[in-house]
Every structure is written in C-alpha cells, then in structure tokens.
C-alpha cells in the first residue's frame, strides 16, 4: 500500500511538472504577444493569445504539449531588390502549428509535429503579388522520397502560393526542391526570424530589449541546443553519423 501511495505521488509529480511547463510556454507567448502590441511590431498579434490558450488545454497527450494559429501579422519594412519595385506594402501573415515533448530525454528530438508559412504579399500598380516560405518537419529517413530530405528544412513556395488563387507567374519556375535544412523553430523563434528578415530594424531594437532576448535564448536552448548538438556528435572523438543526425542532415557524410 505505501508502495502504490509512493508510485502515485511520483506520478502526480510528473504531471504537475508537465502542467507547469505548458503553463510557461503559454506565459511566454503571452509575454511575446504583449510585447509585438506595446513596439507596434506586429500589425495583429491577437493569435498568440488562441496559441496560449490551445497550449494550455490542449493536450495530444500526457507528455506533449501543442498549439497553433493562423494570422500573425506584420508589415514589411522598405524592402531592398523588390520586384515589383512599386510592390509596397508588403504585409507578412505568419502560421505557426507545434508539437513536443514535454520532458525529452537526452538525444531525443523534442518536436514531433512542425508546419510554419510565412505568406509574403503586396500589390504592384499592375497586379497583386505573392510569395511563400513554408517550414516543416518530415522523416524521410526511411528514404521513402526521391530528394535528399533534412527532417527540419524551409523551402519556398508550396500550398500557399498553389491556394493564392493567382495564374500570371510570368517567367517564374516553381519547384519542390532544394529544402534547405534548417533548426527547428516554434512561435517565439519564428517570430524572430520575420522580424530580422523584413523588420531589420525592428529586430535590431527587439535584440537590445531583454525581455525578448530572454524569450529568444529559452526557446534557443529548448529547440537549437539539441538540434545542434545531435550534429555536433558527428565530429566528435570516435566519429560516427547517429540516425538522428543523419534525418536532420542527409548529406553528411
């Protein structure tokens, strides 16, 4: 009998320890979200508020954690080489869907789902324009596709621009390929990437502020440190490409 009480105060434990680390991921993006509205960074941040409530009730599991949402919005700083040149403003519409773990262990990818597009548009005096970068995270470590596939890579194009509705390509080509792999990222690290992408200036303000750098380097050490080190084992004494280095990086060799 005391054996059980003890097993079940443990697990109690456990579950509280999981609660509270979905409650900081759900502070954290309230904090972000609190922080785009008071700079005027971000034209809507209001889905981070539905990112923190999903993240706080809803649960996919006892380990994991998960959130999503659609329509974080920001306006493009004067871009330079724009083409259209008169294509201004260019509003910048970020979509975040996550899901990790809530205790991965050592060597283990803390992410088991990742969808994020950034949706690009603006409207020249001839016509609307769009462009599109979607994030992802696919294991193609079976070799089930055609093309070299880092289970964490961005590429341009996708479903975004196939759904824009728009016909007059010019002479553009649009193709699948090449994913470039890249860390995986979650809401408060995607956020930095269209703020140093197409608010500069914006991000280098952000980055002397240290209530974001704070948000940055938590997310950084949860998701980049493991990612990082995976691939940092494959140079170490001994050499040997593990397989989750590998799905990470396939060209390694």
């Given amino acids: 009998c005391v054996k059980r009480s003890l097993q079940v105060q443990m697990v109690d434990k456990a579950a509280n320890r999981r609660r509270l ?3 900081s991921l759900a502070r954290e993006l ?4 609190r922080y785009l509205e008071r700079t005027r960074f971000a034209i809507e941040a209001w889905p ?7 993240c706080e009730s809803k649960w996919p599991g006892d380990m994991q954690w998960e959130y999503g949402f659609d329509g974080l919005t920001f306006q493009a700083e004067p871009l330079r080489h724009l083409h259209p040149h008169d294509a201004h403003p260019v509003t910048v519409r970020l979509n ?9 262990s050592d060597g283990e990818d803390p992410l088991q789902h990742l969808a994020i597009q950034l949706i690009v548009t603006g409207k020249s005096s001839a016509r609307a324009v769009i462009a599109a970068w979607h994030f992802d995270r696919e294991d193609h470590s079976d070799g089930s596709d055609a093309e070299p596939h880092p289970r964490y890579h961005i590429q341009y194009g996708g479903a975004a621009i196939r759904a824009s509705g728009l016909r007059e ?7 699948d390929v090449p994913r470039f792999a890249h860390p995986p990222m979650d809401a408060v ?3 930095d990437l269209v703020l140093s992408s197409y608010l500069p200036s914006a991000w280098r303000t952000a980055r002397a502020e240290s209530d974001y750098m704070r948000l940055i380097s938590k997310a ?3 998701l980049w440190r493991p990612y990082i080190s995976s691939l940092a084992t494959v140079w170490a004494e001994g050499r040997s490409i593990n397989a989750l280095a590998r799905s990470y990086w396939p060209m390694l060799s």
């Fill in 21 to 23: 680390f979905r409650a």
């Fill in 30 to 33: 309230r904090e972000l979200k």
């Fill in 48 to 54: 981070l508020d539905r990112a923190a409530a999903d």
């Fill in 96 to 104: 975040v869907s996550v899901r990790g773990s809530c205790e991965p």
């Fill in 169 to 175: 390509w010019g002479n553009s080509l649009l193709c």
């Fill in 189 to 191: 690290l995607a956020v």
């Fill in 220 to 222: 950084q050490a949860r």
